[in-house]
């Protein structure tokens, strides 16, 4: 496609429930990262993936959050026993190789209720 | 670890005046710097950004800024502002353009155009 695409673009969940997100980056694009941005900040690091791997998952706030990208294109975000303090618009960004510009996708708002 | 901080959480400019937006960013090297524009329900888009070379970098929509060292900011302009720049702007940091790395954003202005 034209840009990165995210789905749902709204998610509402009621605490402890599971949760996926999906983001199909920018075709050939084979670096690929996840920010989480609450309300009134600025999107905070989660995860990096180059290729298939992730290469830096350093962002990610604990092993409730994971995330895979099996085929090197699109990645889900899965989060656990959401809580309360999930809720967060969660982006998803994707560059070449050449490039640092990372390309942003329009997020989805996760609400846990 | 670096940091970015933007002072002014919200800015309100009349139409047609001038724009500066100011971004400090802490950190021990000079790091790869950019500015970021969110429209409500839109994604991120990148205005501008500097690796190296000239300080003053030009990007899209009219906007420029000024990388200076001395004083560890990277400040946004513009010299006259348009209704259809009312957004939240964001400056961020990367340690290095080789390869990929993960931006540190701070924590937005949120800009206001009055008539």
């Known amino acids: 496609g034209a840009g990165v695409s995210q789905t749902p673009s709204n998610k509402v969940t009621e605490k402890g429930k599971y949760v996926e997100l999906r983001c199909d980056p920018i075709?050939?694009?084979?670096?690929l990262y996840w920010y989480r941005q609450s309300l009134g900040q600025g999107p905070e690091f989660l995860i990096y993936?180059?290729?298939?791997?992730?290469?830096?998952d350093s962002g990610l706030p604990n092993d409730r959050f994971f995330a895979v990208r099996p085929e090197g294109s699109v990645s889900t975000l899965k989060i656990q026993r959401t809580e309360r303090g999930d809720s967060a618009v969660y982006l998803c960004?994707?560059?070449?190789?050449?490039?640092?510009?990372?390309?942003f996708g329009p997020g989805t708002r996760l609400t846990v209720l | 670890a670096q940091s970015v901080t933007q002072p002014d959480i919200h800015i309100t400019v009349s139409e047609g005046a001038s724009l500066e937006l100011r971004c400090n960013y802490s950190?021990?090297?000079?790091?790869?710097l950019f500015w970021y524009v969110q429209s409500p329900g839109q994604g991120l888009q990148l205005l501008l950004k500097?690796?190296?070379?000239?300080?003053l970098v030009q990007g899209i929509k009219g906007f420029e800024a000024e990388f200076k060292r001395s004083q560890s900011s990277f400040n946004l302009r513009k010299p006259s502002v348009h209704w259809s720049d009312a957004a939240e702007y964001f400056c961020?940091?990367?340690?290095?353009?080789?390869?990929?790395?993960?931006?540190?954003f701070g924590t937005g202005t949120r800009l206001t155009i009055i008539p």
């Open positions: 960004a994707s560059s070449s190789d050449s490039h640092n510009e990372q390309f």
């Open positions: 075709s050939g694009h084979t670096a």
């Open positions: 993936f180059q290729g298939t791997g992730a290469a830096d």
């Open positions: 950190y021990g090297a000079t790091p790869y």
């Open positions: 500097y690796f190296s070379g000239d300080t």
């Open positions: 961020a940091v990367a340690l290095s353009n080789f390869g990929n790395e993960k931006l540190t």
